[in-house]
């Protein structure tokens, strides 16, 4: 079992930037691939930036060259940097921590933080 526990969201204006922080208790963190996603209002949930157990990292396309996604796993915590932030990077930002074994996938996520952009 994982806990996550998101925070660093606020409101900021356009060409900001926020940090998120996710940290992680319960289990092994450094095993799981961690990501952050977002949910505007009225959308789907979509992938923002993702990290591995190993350090690699992929972003949508939207955020790329903008956000950054790191991990520390002496304090369990995945990081979400965000630079240059848009109105249109308003939704919440959630958390989540995924881990397949060869018999069971383990997906956990957090409570969700708001990211508001607005002058």
């Known amino acids: 079992q994982v806990q996550l526990v998101e925070s660093g969201g606020g409101l900021v204006q356009p060409g900001g930037s926020l940090r998120l922080s996710c940290a992680a208790s319960?289990?092994?963190?450094?095993?799981?691939?961690m990501g952050w996603y977002r949910q505007a209002p009225g959308k789907q949930r979509e992938l923002v930036a993702a990290?591995?157990?190993?350090?690699?990292?992929n972003y949508a396309d939207s955020v790329k060259g903008r956000f950054t996604i790191s991990r520390d796993n002496a304090k369990n915590t995945v990081y979400l940097q965000m630079n240059s932030l848009k109105p249109e990077d308003t939704a919440v930002y959630y958390c989540?921590?995924?881990?397949?074994?060869?018999?069971?996938?383990?997906?956990?996520w957090g409570q969700g933080t708001q990211v508001t952009v607005s002058s």
């Open positions: 990290i591995t157990s190993g350090g690699s990292t």
């Open positions: 989540n921590a995924e881990y397949l074994s060869p018999t069971h996938e383990y997906d956990y």
């Open positions: 319960g289990s092994i963190f450094s095993i799981y691939a």
